[in-house]
């Protein structure tokens, strides 16, 4: 009933920035609603990048992303950006969109986009 549809990602050189975007249709969440971006590197398992709150807008991040990469949302396009600044090859990742509720302090990842792959190289 919803989907996520991500764009933005791509080849970065160390240092440069990449801005990842994920438009979210169809139903959408009454309350407790947020959006949120992961990532699975080669060979690891897959990592909480950051996650943003639709109606009051708080943010968390990884601690590997902090003061790095910036979440963002607009609820009248019902979309959210990941803006990811000072890249390492270290954020080399599928980075995936995901939305869903908040129950009891816990995010619930319902809905997942396909992944956008992004390569940073050194």
């Known amino acids: 009933q919803v989907q996520l549809v991500e764009s933005g990602g791509g080849l970065a050189q160390a240092g440069g920035s990449l801005r990842l975007s994920c438009a979210a249709s169809g139903r959408t969440f009454a309350s407790n609603y947020g959006m949120g971006w992961f990532r699975q590197a080669p060979g690891k398992e897959r990592e909480f990048v950051a996650r943003i709150s639709w109606s009051g807008g708080n943010t968390a991040y990884a601690l590997a992303v902090k003061g790095r990469f910036t979440i963002s949302r607009d609820a009248a396009k019902n979309t959210v950006w990941l803006q990811m600044n000072s890249l390492n090859p270290e954020d080399t990742a599928v980075y995936y969109c995901?939305?869903?509720?908040?129950?009891?302090?816990?995010?619930?990842?319902?809905?997942w986009g396909q992944g956008t792959q992004v390569t940073v190289s050194s």
């Open positions: 995901a939305a869903g509720l908040r129950s009891s302090g816990t995010y619930l990842w319902n809905y």
